[in-house]
T-cell receptor, first 114, second 115 residues
């Protein structure tokens, strides 16, 4: 049981390049989330999904797209990377959203955009 | 609007000393409150959570937190800190809005432990 895993762990991009971050969970969770973590700002929600085939915007969705084609995977895409997207990205999942189920976090992906 | 404030950005304590990390929240309804810990290079791990009932909550690794509604606080405590407790600690409030469980995080408190 690996929990929540993220690929890659670290990436350097040039401005304008694109990339996809992969999140996978093996806990059969319905809900999945993408956050970004910036110094002094805690974690902010980018996008989330309440089930396979569904996605929705969070607090800071601009510049990102997501897809949830399979229940266990949640992809975060950057179509044209900008230096402002330099951050640490965390994926999380939870069994449900009711009753404030605990969110389980992956180890993070560190992204540097030059 | 909902928000979480962690007034201390950095705290340094000696090993064996007691610890208290402060957290204040702003939320109009009954809050769901969480403390997460992030060790260097790792993801976030849940330490403890408060939903209802007893306002003193016990968590993993010897941590506890007390919910005080009158002060809008949820401070984290540990009676004797170990060197392995050095990490960043995040307080969060859970809001159920728009059909999903939204976590609002504080900016975090980085804890250093002197031997």
């Amino acid at each position: 049981n690996a929990g929540v895993t993220q690929t890659p762990k670290f990436r350097v991009l040039k401005t304008g390049q694109s990339m996809t971050l992969l999140c996978a969970q093996d806990m059969n969770h319905e809900y999945m989330y993408w956050y970004r973590q910036d110094p002094g700002m805690g974690l902010r929600l980018i996008h989330y999904s309440v089930g396979e085939g569904t996605t929705a915007k969070g607090e800071v969705p601009d510049g990102y797209n997501v897809s949830r084609l399979k229940k266990q995977n949640f992809l975060l895409g950057l179509e044209s990377a900008a230096p402002s997207q330099t951050s640490v990205y965390f994926c999380a999942s939870s069994y449900s959203s009711e009753d404030q189920e605990t969110q389980y976090f992956g180890p993070g992906t560190r992204l540097l955009v030059l | 609007a909902q928000s979480v404030t962690q007034p201390d950005i950095h705290i340094t304590v000696s090993e064996g000393a007691s610890l208290e990390l402060r957290c204040n929240y702003s939320y109009g309804a009954t809050p769901y409150l969480f403390w997460y810990v992030q060790s260097p290079g790792q993801g976030l791990q849940l330490l403890l959570k408060y939903f209802s009932g007893d306002t003193l909550v016990q968590g993993i690794k010897g941590f506890e937190a007390e919910f005080k509604r009158s002060q809008s606080s949820f401070n984290l405590r540990k009676p004797s800190v170990h060197w392995s407790d050095a990490a960043e600690y995040f307080c969060a409030v859970g809001v159920f809005s728009g059909g999903y469980n939204k976590l609002i995080f504080g900016a975090g408190t980085r804890l250093a432990v002197h031997p």
